[in-house]
């Protein structure tokens, strides 16, 4: 029998339960896939807290980048067969030996590329690759500033911000971290539990401040992240590990120099099949070429997931983390 971890309830790490779980076989459309490695996001921390709602309800099976064998194809499916090599990000489910899973939400991993290494990178990478191509198109000459620069998402933006030509700048807890951001693209990495980030960054640029502003930390960085930016900057919201950013007055926005504010999502940019298909075919490419390294920096096995999740949310963890079925 597979296993799978399930969610009954919401809770700590500890309401991680390792249980029997059959897939099911796949119906039209869909495949079923053995997985290999298994991605480890602080969004599979929400849904397991309850700060986003589960999808579907409980019993619930988290997680949402993972990569695999496919084992089986249903119906209608002339792309996929048996033993192709697959990896996708999607919003819960992959915390599981096998799963059944639609055929569109999973692309082909090529050769170069390592289990492990598409289940790292699937969700962060791609998010990378929307924040840096979509919602802010980086170019040469711009000046950014990423919150979290050791995390999963910042390994793999400081280095491809570095090579679109961007000067990076990063925010880290630790001088263990800062010196993994440092090697992983990031021109300056300031540490904002010894140093105030904005005083930072204006020392950093000369005054000039920054063209744009990631931020997956949400309340204790904002509203200092924008006075980071320059007039009509950009502060992309997309995470929010240490709670939601406050409400505040679109006033704000006026004051601090006409500002952009946006909070976008993978599953939106990537909702369409052809955007998918061109986000993943740009990671990809960008790995293969060396220009991006992904490195996994944690491993646990797929049971033990709850002391993952107890390490990710103490900061314990850098990087990426895979779980090991």
Known sequence: MSKAIRIHAHGG????????????????????????AIGLNFIDVYHRSGLYPPPGGFPLIPGGEAAGVVM??????????????????????????????????????????????????????????????????VKAGDTILFHAAAGGVGLILGQWAKHLGATV???????????????????????????????????????????????????????ASLDCLKP???????????????????????????LFVTRPTLFVYNARREDLEASAAALFDVVLSGAVNVRINQRYALKDAGKAHADLEGRRTTGTTVLVP
Not at 104 to 133: C, F, H, N
Request: include cysteine; proline fraction near 5%; charged fraction near 20%.
């Open 169 to 223: 700048i990063g925010t880290a807890s630790s001088t263990d971290k800062i010196e993994l951001a440092k090697a992983h693209g990031f021109d300056h990495v300031i540490n904002y539990r010894e140093q105030d980030f904005v005083a930072g960054v204006l020392a950093i640029t000369g005054g000039k401040k920054c063209d744009v502003v990631y931020d997956s930390v949400g309340n204790d960085t904002f509203p």
């Open 72 to 137: 089986e194809v249903g119906a209608d499916i002339d792309w996929l067969k048996p033993g192709n090599r697959v990896a996708y990000a999607v919003n819960v489910g992959a915390y599981a030996e096998q799963r059944v899973i639609a055929a569109d939400r999973v692309v082909k991993v090529p050769d170069g590329i390592s289990d492990e290494q598409a289940a790292a990178m699937m969700l962060k990478g791609m998010t990378a690759e929307y924040l840096l191509r979509r919602t802010f198109k």
């Open 13 to 36: 790490p500890e309401v991680l339960t390792y249980e029997d779980a059959d897939p099911g076989r796949p119906g039209a459309g869909q495949i079923l896939i053995r997985h290999t």
């Open 232 to 258: 009509l900057g950009m502060f992309a919201s997309f995470g929010q590990s240490s709670g939601p950013i406050p409400p505040f007055s679109m006033s704000l926005l006026a004051q601090k120099g006409s």
